[in-house]
T-cell receptor, first 110, second 113 residues
């Protein structure tokens, strides 16, 4: 059973701080990794994808991947109240549909 | 219209009713999916259609019946549901051989009385 684990939170950070969201996965052959953001009452939307070890930056968001340790993380710099949402980690092993974690609920306090 | 659209957005039905959820994608993708999202659970994959053929049925009860008449449309037919089937049903699409990203519709919130 392929699993993706996330701390469900809530993770509370003050406005302007760095939010760090973590995800571990069980399938060592996983190739592609995604972070989706889901606002309350809305559908998930893709915000970051990462395919190789290291960091990938996009604006205030940085995805980090460590395949040896089987974890992927998402850092949000200068967190804003509008970043308050549930963040879903998803993992693609190449020949099966994406496997999602339960999501981490982030609350940015103004 | 762009993206993935789902109708209806909200549905309330009794256990003996028959209803259908509809999904349409305008992204030119060739794979479509139904997911179920319940509180405090990961997204649960229900069905996958690739090039209009069902390639995965994730042990879903027969009271849920999918239909994919073409690559742009996907239906989920519902009959004799149970209260525990109340959830958000999300449709998604992707491109086979692409980078694996899924594009989701806004979802259909189903309540079974």
């Amino acid at each position: 059973q392929k699993e993706v684990e996330q701390n469900s939170g809530p993770l509370s950070v003050p406005e302007g701080a760095i939010a760090s969201l973590n995800c571990t996965y069980s399938d060592r052959v996983s190739q592609s990794f995604f972070w989706y953001r889901q606002y309350s009452g809305k559908s998930p939307e893709l915000i970051m994808s990462i395919y190789s070890n290291g960091d990938k930056e996009d604006g205030r968001f940085t995805a980090q991947l460590n395949k040896a340790s089987q974890y992927v993380s998402l850092l949000i710099r200068d967190s804003q109240p509008s970043d308050s949402a549930t963040y879903l980690c998803a993992v693609d092993s190449g020949n099966t549909p994406l496997v999602f974690g339960k999501g981490t609920r982030l609350s940015v306090i103004a | 219209e762009t993206g993935v659209t789902q109708t209806p957005r909200h549905l309330v039905m009794g256990m003996t009713n028959k209803k259908s959820l509809k999904c349409e994608q305008h992204l030119g993708h060739n794979a479509m999916y139904w997911y179920k999202q319940s509180a405090k659970k990961p997204l649960e994959l229900m069905f996958v259609y690739s090039l209009e053929e069902r390639v995965e049925n994730n042990s879903v009860p027969s009271r849920f019946s999918p239909e994919c008449p073409n690559s742009s449309h996907l239906f989920l037919h519902l009959h004799t549901l149970q209260p525990e089937d109340s959830a958000l049903y999300l449709c998604a699409s992707s491109q086979i051989g692409g980078a694996g990203e899924l594009f989701f519709g806004e979802g259909s919130r189903l309540t079974v009385l």
